[in-house]
């Protein structure tokens, strides 16, 4: 974008020309998640940065107006147009940048959904997970193991006796974590397939929240892959938990993986 400001000679004795000013700038769409759109009563933002504004200038124009993201900073990290970005990416006009606190450690019944030729399987969903249909999704012939992993909502959390749980995501990045997640694992294990589901909203005592199915032709590798996948997982993908207690409810802090670059 460029702002230019013309002074008429009239305008100013003793001015013999026009006086021309340019500014250049880029506008960009902000999007908070979990606690950060809490903390800054928001979910979405427009800002207008000088040219050459970085990722992390956003991150400082926003922690300038709510200190309580400063105090968080080295916990979040931020993404460009659904990426993982360091401090200092260079943002351009029309950039969406997402801050993103700590994790929680469509089509049918899918919000998002990214399925390989080769038959694996990621998606979100705000129902319940549907197992069995999964299961025969993926499970092949020549298969002699399948292993599900489910991570379900227990009715406790630090002493205090758990409600019920709400989970978001930046959904767009997060199924596409996932599938990369997926499909680097499949490529250095002897699998067939791999099935990694996530569900988002309002869930209850004993529901599943993630589902990770995998395939192989032993039980070794099947194991092995499903728990590295619900490990990655919860240290990469872009997805908060809510926990409501009887007397309150709080956002559950986790870690990113080291890999990310966090502000």
């Given at each position: 974008?460029?702002?230019?400001?013309?002074?008429?000679?009239?305008?100013?004795?003793?001015?013999?020309?026009?006086?021309?000013?340019?500014?250049?700038?880029?506008?960009?769409?902000?999007?908070?998640?979990?606690?950060?759109k809490d903390i800054t009563g928001r979910?979405?933002?427009?800002?207008?940065?000088?040219?050459?504004?970085?990722?992390?200038?956003?991150?400082?124009?926003?922690?300038?107006?709510?200190?309580?993201?400063?105090?968080?900073?080295?916990?979040?990290?931020?993404?460009?147009?659904?990426?993982?970005?360091?401090?200092?990416?260079?943002?351009?006009?029309?950039?969406?940048?997402?801050?993103?606190?700590?994790?929680?450690?469509?089509?049918?019944?899918?919000?998002?959904?990214?399925?390989?030729?080769?038959?694996?399987?990621?998606?979100?969903?705000?129902?319940?997970?549907?197992?069995?249909?999964?299961?025969?999704?993926?499970?092949?012939?020549?298969?002699?193991?399948?292993?599900?992993?489910?991570?379900?909502?227990?009715?406790?959390?630090?002493?205090?006796?758990?409600?019920?749980?709400?989970?978001?995501?930046?959904?767009?990045?997060?199924?596409?974590?996932?599938?990369?997640?997926?499909?680097?694992?499949?490529?250095?294990?002897?699998?067939?397939?791999?099935?990694?589901?996530?569900?988002?909203?309002?869930?209850?005592?004993?529901?599943?929240?993630?589902?990770?199915?995998?395939?192989?032709?032993?039980?070794?590798?099947?194991?092995?892959?499903?728990?590295?996948?619900?490990?990655?997982?919860?240290?990469?993908?872009?997805?908060?938990?809510?926990?409501?207690?009887?007397?309150?409810?709080?956002?559950?802090?986790?870690?990113?993986?080291?890999?990310?670059a966090e502000l």
């Amino acid at each position: 974008m460029v702002n230019i400001h013309v002074a008429h000679p009239s305008a100013t004795p003793g001015l013999r020309g026009a006086s021309v000013t340019m500014t250049l700038s880029v506008t960009i769409r902000i999007l908070f998640f979990g606690m950060l759109k809490d903390i800054t009563g928001r979910a979405s933002d427009s800002l207008e940065m000088p040219e050459g504004a970085t990722a992390g200038a956003v991150f400082d124009h926003y922690a300038s107006a709510f200190p309580p993201l400063d105090t968080a900073r080295r916990s979040i990290v931020v993404a460009v147009n659904q990426q993982f970005a360091a401090r200092d990416q260079t943002l351009r006009d029309g950039d969406e940048i997402a801050l993103l606190p700590p994790v929680s450690g469509g089509t049918g019944p899918y919000t998002h959904v990214l399925e390989d030729p080769a038959g694996h399987f990621f998606a979100l969903t705000r129902r319940p997970i549907d197992i069995p249909a999964l299961r025969a999704r993926a499970l092949t012939p020549e298969d002699g193991a399948i292993v599900v992993f489910e991570g379900v909502v227990r009715n406790n959390s630090g002493g205090r006796r758990t409600l019920f749980l709400d989970y978001e995501g930046y959904e767009p990045m997060a199924v596409e974590v996932m599938a990369r997640i997926g499909r680097d694992i499949a490529g250095t294990s002897r699998i067939t397939r791999i099935a990694i589901v996530h569900r988002l909203g309002r869930m209850e005592i004993g529901e599943a929240s993630v589902v990770v199915l995998v395939t192989a032709p032993h039980r070794v590798a099947a194991f092995a892959a499903a728990l590295e996948g619900i490990n990655r997982l919860k240290k990469l993908v872009p997805v908060w938990k809510k926990e409501h207690f009887a007397d309150g409810e709080v956002w559950v802090e986790g870690a990113w993986d080291p890999s990310v670059a966090e502000l």
